[in-house]
């Protein structure tokens, strides 16, 4: 036995289904072919009515219909129901006892547990007006099958195990008993719809050989009558999922035939049946008959995730072929006396709610009669995403966070860096909510670039209901200036000029991975750069963001390359001539603590001279300072910047057997008393001042050389400045590159 109590009266309740043989008077059989999908249907308008400031639960469902309100089932916790009568007038809501409600298609509310049934007059604040032991009184045999009004019908089975059909009332506190069902060979009854004043009854039959199925209607009043009508020629078994609908001129029921749902729809006039195809879903269920329109649709789908538009509540044309979507999904309804359809469901553009379903001008109409105040289309109700990101700590991830209004639904998020055109994308199925998405920084496969960002998440609904979810939003990613970083994304990059003159960038990713510094990617930044005898990196020396090169050609004239964000650097600028007596050059460190960074130079004799910043684009360099004399004692020498915490740049110098001596910068272009690191360093042949690797606020030192490639990190301590560690940073090339810088 089934109570169905959640959904509309001819769903509520089914007998246990044998089969039997009734006589029938046949019709005019007519199938009508399949039309387009619902799917495409234009929707139908959808109004708010006068009734719509009813607030409705947002679990609960329809249960029965009255001219003067509607009751409602919502989940207890406890795998019960809580059923509540609400008045359409003023939108009071009056609590029932009981754990199943039941539609009797009136202002009668009908609650019960099965056996015991209680009615009460909703049209006088629910009055009690009595209570009826169906099984007291058919029997414990005895099984519900359905309401309508006052009368509740129950069938019992007699000796021979055939069923029969009753209906009981209670007037005048007097239990009244009648069947209402004729032959002796049924098996199963089941009621499926009401209307005008009558019930759709579909019931089966046996005779020991054959099975016939046949349906019937009983009047109301007027003395209950009782008549038979063979619609379904040749008829078709019909099951515990059947569901009909009844009206003036029309009989409607669905019926299963090779995997597919039909409604069958016989004319009470003309005697004619017609099928009309709605699905391959057995739940496709008829929720009515308006006028010439048959409404039908698929209950639930709001929390699935396969797309079908049978979710919609559709009306079909009984006299053509025309096809109306009303709503987005339906998960309930019931027929109210007046012959209008409730239902629970909701509209991409009026939401989740109880909508009331009329005929007007021959055609249906929508109005909505309560809401609950949420959306039928997806929504992105919160965002919670951050304006402004440091990816300067290591390892910074950045938390993405949507509150979504629910999550059957495929997410896509793109994160645009405006000036590059790059994304990160995520792409996420049912996800929970709220949505939460972890940047890790990257974007492109390398550490993402400084500047504005826009976000777009977009939430399709797997189930086709409703509109998608939108949102957008921007941020910005910042850090601290590198100046060892040529293309904005704060992490260190290395210059190298192969044997043929070609310059390569290889960008690093900020921090050790895995105990080494790993390089993100290569890119080649040109050709022709074989015409300097040396290139070096000096940091942002003329007021761009970025960091700069100084190339010193073999006819002694210094060129000025300033960098851009996009790890290229536009068309050279003549620094000078006369730079062609220095052997070495090297900058990137603000010595005498202005700001920005200098340059230092050695001459053949061995002085060292200093070359202040100016910040400036064609006159870089102020005019040179002498440092003092000695230093042709050194094969390298290397602008480090702070890494022994004094208030200038550092610098370190390698001499000829090997040695690595620091020289803390005064703040005034020069060094005090040399610092001795240690030996071994004669190994290498390019020593690179990288700007800070790890992001501890500290420059590092690159060595590169035959024997390999490494990355010390700056302590902090003048007296053991540096710790070693590996790096993939040109691994196997020792001896490829030139210059490296």
Not at 83 to 98: E, F, K, Q, R, S
């Amino acid at each position: 036995m089934l109570y169905a109590h959640t959904t509309r009266r001819r769903r509520l309740a089914a007998a246990v289904l044998t089969v039997s043989t009734v006589t029938a008077v046949a019709g005019t059989l007519v199938t009508v072919p399949a039309v387009a999908a619902p799917a495409a249907l234009a929707p139908a308008a959808v109004t708010a009515g006068a009734e719509n400031s009813i607030a409705l639960p947002a679990d609960a469902e329809i249960v029965s219909a009255g001219a003067t309100g509607y009751m409602t089932a919502r989940p207890d916790g406890a795998g019960g129901k809580t059923l509540a009568w609400t008045n359409l007038a003023d939108g009071t809501t009056t609590p029932l006892t009981g754990s199943i409600g039941y539609d009797s298609g009136t202002d009668t509310a009908v609650t019960g547990d099965g056996r015991t049934f209680m009615l009460r007059d909703m049209t006088v604040a629910g009055e009690f007006y009595t209570s009826i032991d169906i099984k007291a009184a058919l029997g414990e045999s005895a099984e519900f099958v359905g309401a309508a009004g006052t009368m509740l019908f129950a069938t019992k089975p007699d000796g021979n195990g055939k069923l029969h059909l009753y209906r009981v009332s209670k007037p005048y506190d007097t239990v009244v008993k009648q069947e209402i069902s004729y032959g002796s060979q049924n098996t199963g009854y089941k009621i499926v719809g009401a209307g005008g004043g009558e019930i759709l009854i579909l019931g089966s039959s046996h005779d020991g050989m054959s099975t016939n199925y046949f349906s019937t209607t009983y009047k109301l009043s007027g003395g209950g009558q009782f008549g038979l009508y063979d619609y379904t020629k040749p008829a078709g078994p019909w099951t515990d999922k059947a569901t009909g609908a009844v009206s003036g001129p029309y009989l409607a029921r669905t019926e299963r035939a090779d995997g597919t749902t039909e409604a069958v729809v016989y004319h009470r006039t003309d005697y004619t049946t017609k099928r009309f195809p709605l699905g391959t879903d057995e739940n496709i269920t008829v929720a009515g008959i308006l006028g010439d329109w048959l409404l039908y649709g698929l209950p639930g789908g709001m929390a699935s995730t396969t797309p079908n538009p049978l979710h919609a509540l559709t009306a079909r044309s009984l006299t053509g072929t025309a096809k109306i979507k009303l709503l987005d999904h339906i998960t309930s309804s019931a027929v109210a006396p007046d012959g209008s359809v409730l239902v629970r469901g909701g509209s991409a553009t009026q939401g989740e709610g109880l909508y009331r379903i009329t005929e007007f001008g021959g055609e249906p109409q929508v109005t909505q009669v309560a809401s609950t105040g949420r959306p039928t289309s997806v929504q992105v109700t919160v965002d919670n995403v951050p304006t402004v990101v440091d990816l300067d700590r290591n390892g910074t991830t950045v938390p993405l966070q949507w509150v979504l209004s629910r999550t059957n639904v495929v997410l896509d998020l793109t994160l645009t860096h405006l000036r590059t055109g790059k994304t990160f994308t995520q792409h996420l199925t049912q996800p929970s909510s709220p949505v939460r998405i972890t940047w890790n920084g990257l974007l492109d496969g390398i550490s993402a670039p400084n500047g504005d960002y826009t976000w777009t998440v977009n939430a399709k609904p797997l189930n086709g209901i409703g509109y998608p979810g939108y949102s957008s939003g921007s941020l910005k990613v910042v850090r601290k200036a590198n100046p060892h970083d040529f293309n904005d994304n704060g992490s260190t990059d290395v210059l190298a000029r192969d044997a043929s003159g070609a310059l390569w960038r290889d960008d690093l990713f900020d921090g050790p991975t895995g105990g080494q510094f790993v390089t993100a990617r290569r890119t080649k930044v040109g050709t022709g750069w074989n015409t300097y005898k040396q290139i070096e990196a000096v940091g942002n020396i003329a007021g761009s963001a970025y960091g700069d090169l100084v190339a010193l050609d073999t006819a002694g004239v210094l060129w000025h390359y300033q960098g851009r964000n996009d790890g290229t650097f536009p068309t050279r600028t003549k620094v000078g001539p006369g730079w062609g007596g220095y052997t070495k050059l090297t900058g990137g460190s603000d010595l005498n603590g202005d700001g920005r960074p200098d340059l230092l130079a050695t001459d053949g004799t061995g002085a060292l001279w200093f070359y202040k910043g100016t910040g400036s684009t064609t006159t870089p360099f102020a005019a040179r300072v002498k440092v003092g004399p000695g230093w042709g004692a050194y094969n390298q020498i290397t602008a480090v910047g702070n890494i022994a915490g004094t208030s200038a740049g550092d610098l370190v110098a390698r001499d000829t057997a090997g040695v690595l001596w620091l020289y803390q910068g005064n703040g005034t272009g020069g060094f005090g008393t040399r610092v001795r690191v240690g030996s071994g360093w004669g190994g290498f042949s390019q020593l690179v001042g990288a700007g800070d690797l790890d992001n501890d606020g500290r420059p590092d030192l690159i060595a590169y050389g035959a024997s390999g490639t490494y990355v010390y990190r700056s302590t902090g301590s003048a007296n053991s400045p540096f710790t070693r560690m590996t790096t993939n940073l040109y691994a196997g090339e020792g001896t490829k590159f030139t210059s490296v810088s």
